[in-house]
């Protein structure tokens, strides 16, 4: 028995090897490209592949180009609008899976929920699209599309997110916390409010930036739901490499990229706190 265990760990070793191996490969295939993207942000050349010297002057045309600053207000606005749409409707079918027990029809109901999580963005982005042309043509709303169209498409996607999150956060909790408020004798809305609330602020806090982070990064959803004048910063990007690559892009994807990962590291910190 003594001999047999370090014979497995030599072919624990030898099998590790090749696997962490393939583990970085995947790394630096994954973010090579985003550090080949910020390095050239700062090139001094007009040339995207001729390196010219380091240099922050695409940065400051940025600084002083109106069409990039409208269009990072309205992806602010969709985004925390979306965002906090998301939160609520979210975090109420988080609840009800978390706390509900096994209700008729749950299973449904959770697979409804997490449909967004794997339905292709084409497809979501169509069928929003449909539907809003339908309910046009029905109702006479939405005249044309534009922001409000954007907020609620992304609202929509983002709450499988946040109940996902939500849920996991009640999951971590004793709901006996929540019963023993009740024993003695503080009304449900008061004890959520006094009980569960705080335990899941952090999760909602988390919950919030993912989907805030989901809109602001989006741009298949956008395209499909947005009109005129509404255009997003990734839709601005898109239609800005269409037309060729340029430091400008470079610097500005950057910017996209440092924003979408800060956010998404803080929610990390806030969905690991207890």
Not at 179 to 200: H, W, Y
Request: glycine letters at 10%.
């Amino acid at each position: 028995m003594a001999a047999a265990a370090p014979a497995r760990g030599r072919r624990v070793r030898a099998i590790g090897w090749p696997l962490m191996l393939a583990l970085l490969g995947g790394l630096g295939l994954l973010y090579a490209p985003m550090a080949a993207l910020v390095v050239y942000s700062f090139n001094a050349s007009e040339r995207v592949l001729v390196w010219g010297g380091w240099s922050t002057v695409w940065y400051g045309r940025l600084l002083d180009n109106s069409a990039i600053h409208e269009a990072l207000g309205r992806s602010v606005l969709v985004g925390a609008a979306s965002a906090s749409l998301a939160t609520v409707f979210g975090a109420a079918a988080g609840y009800a899976l978390a706390r509900f027990g096994a209700f008729p029809g749950r299973g449904l109901f959770a697979a409804l929920g997490a449909a967004p999580l794997v339905v292709p963005e084409v497809a979501l982005g169509l069928a929003l699209l449909l539907l809003f042309v339908s309910l046009d043509q029905a109702i006479g709303w939405p005249a044309q599309r534009g922001l409000v169209t954007v907020i609620l498409s992304h609202a929509s996607i983002a709450s499988a997110y946040v109940a996902i999150v939500v849920q996991a956060r009640l999951a971590r909790f004793d709901a006996a916390l929540e019963e023993a408020a009740a024993d003695l004798g503080c009304p449900p809305f008061q004890g959520f409010l006094r009980v569960t609330l705080p335990l899941i602020a952090p999760g909602l806090a988390a919950g919030w930036l993912i989907a805030f982070t989901l809109s602001f990064d989006d741009l298949v959803i956008a395209s499909f739901t947005t009109g005129p004048g509404a255009g997003t910063l990734p839709m601005l990007a898109f239609s800005k490499v269409r037309l060729g690559l340029s430091p400008e892009i470079n610097a500005l994807a950057t910017l996209l990229l440092l924003g979408v990962l800060s956010l998404g590291v803080l929610a990390f910190v806030l969905q690991r706190r207890r």
